[in-house]
């Protein structure tokens, strides 16, 4: 069983940069692909980015793609997402993801469905 914990959400002025985080609650032994998706209100929650086990692989969603950078640290267990050159649009929760799925930690998916376990997510908002 997996249990993820987003942090770093909060204000920040339009061109402004936050770095978020996704770390796993008490002991993960298992590799697993993982992924950033955030939800505006009254939209669909949509793909932002993922990364392989390894982090050799990445992909992002193109709204995103140049401004934010995904990244991960096996050893401490956490996912980052930096994101930079932040725009209003981008205002959304913002949650981690996990596709604990035996075999698919090299695979990388932007649908939703494929990933079971997720965060609570984490607030971030930008002001113009």
């Known amino acids: 069983q997996v249990q993820l914990v987003e942090s770093g959400g909060g204000l920040v002025q339009a061109g402004g940069s936050l770095r978020l985080s996704c770390a796993a609650a008490g002991r993960t032994f298992s590799s697993y692909a993982m992924g950033w998706f955030r939800q505006a209100p009254g939209k669909d929650r949509e793909f932002v980015a993922a990364?392989?086990?390894?982090?050799?692989?990445?992909n992002y969603a193109d709204s995103v793609k140049g401004r934010f950078t995904i990244s991960r640290d096996n050893a401490k267990i956490t996912m980052y997402l930096q994101m930079n050159n932040l725009k209003p649009d981008d205002t959304a929760v913002y949650y981690c993801?996990?596709?604990?799925?035996?075999?698919?930690?090299?695979?990388?998916?932007?649908?939703?469905?494929?990933?079971?376990?997720w965060g609570q997510g984490t607030q971030v908002t930008v002001s113009s």
């Open positions: 993801a996990a596709d604990t799925r035996p075999g698919f930690a090299a695979v990388l998916h932007r649908d939703a469905p494929a990933y079971d376990y």
């Open positions: 990364i392989t086990w390894s982090g050799d692989t990445t």
